[in-house]
Each structure stands twice: as C-alpha cells, then as structure tokens.
C-alpha cells in the first residue's frame, strides 16, 4: 500500500526513474530520480562494494555549460511620449466605439486600443541578467533608497 502511495507520489509530481535494471539480484532497490529529462545520465552499475550483494551505481548530473541569460523584454517608460498616449486614447469616441458591446466585448476593445496606442508610444526594452529578475518597476534609485534602511 505504502508502495502504490509513494509511486503515485513520484508520477503525479512528474519525476523520471533513471535506473531501469535490477540492483541486487531481481530486486530494483535503488532509485535515481529527476524532474528534468537530460539531466541524469549514464546511469552504469559499477560491481558490488565490498562484500555486499548490491550493485553500485554510478550517473553523472549534467548541467549547462554556460549560463542561459534570461533577456525579457519590458517597457521603458522614462522613454514613453504620454502626450501621444494621450492624444490617442482621447481621440477615440468611445461611445461610438462601445455601442452595441457587452462588457466584455468593450473590455477587449478598449483594451486593444490602449494596447495598439502603447505600441507606438512606449519604446521596449532589453533585461538581461539580475536586472531581468527584478519587477520592471524596482529601479536603481528605489533599490538604493531600500539599501540604506
């Protein structure tokens, strides 16, 4: 019972067995799991250890040789031209615009349009690196200031 428990455990949470042969005679004993495929491998048995009859078990952790910069892309509102935002959105007769519309119909319309308008008015930006796990609103003044406290 404890058995089926804990293999429904080790399925449910997505993780791989990376031993496929018995350990010591017919018995499978021991276990090599992972949640990523391609990060255990060259899983080889390597005899017994001393006297015992169970076979050691040798594998290898792979990991990236290099470090994957994360560049996220975010918008640079110390750029932004608001008066054209708000020139844009202004111009737009929204009751016109919204007629006929149930709430969400007019939710995606306005939300398109300040989208389309955001577009052309707030130029992006490339994060990469500590800066790219920061919230896009912490910058380096706020960050100074929580330092200092």
């Known amino acids: 019972m404890k058995s089926r428990k804990f293999l429904e455990c080790v399925n449910d949470n997505f993780h791989l067995q990376m031993i496929e042969e018995p350990t010591r005679k017919r018995a499978m004993l021991d276990l090599v799991l992972t949640n990523k495929e391609?990060?255990?491998?060259?899983?080889?048995?390597?005899?017994?250890?001393?006297?015992?009859d169970d076979e050691m078990v040798e594998f290898k952790i792979h990991r990236a040789a290099q470090r994957v910069c994360n560049k996220l892309t975010t918008l640079d509102f110390r750029r932004a031209d608001f008066r054209l935002l708000r020139d844009l959105i202004g111009r737009v007769?929204?009751?016109?615009?919204?007629?006929?519309?149930?709430?969400?119909?007019?939710?995606?319309?306005?939300k398109d349009c300040l989208l389309q308008a955001q577009e052309r008015c707030i130029p992006k930006k490339k994060k990469s690196g500590k800066i790219a796990s920061r919230p896009a609103w912490m910058n380096k003044e706020l960050l100074d200031k929580l330092r200092t406290k």
Do not use: D, I, Y
């Open 38 to 52: 391609g990060l255990v491998g060259n899983a080889k048995f390597k005899g017994s250890l001393g006297c015992s």
């Open 93 to 110: 007769v929204w009751e016109k615009e919204l007629e006929g519309r149930w709430a969400q119909e007019s939710w995606l319309a306005f």
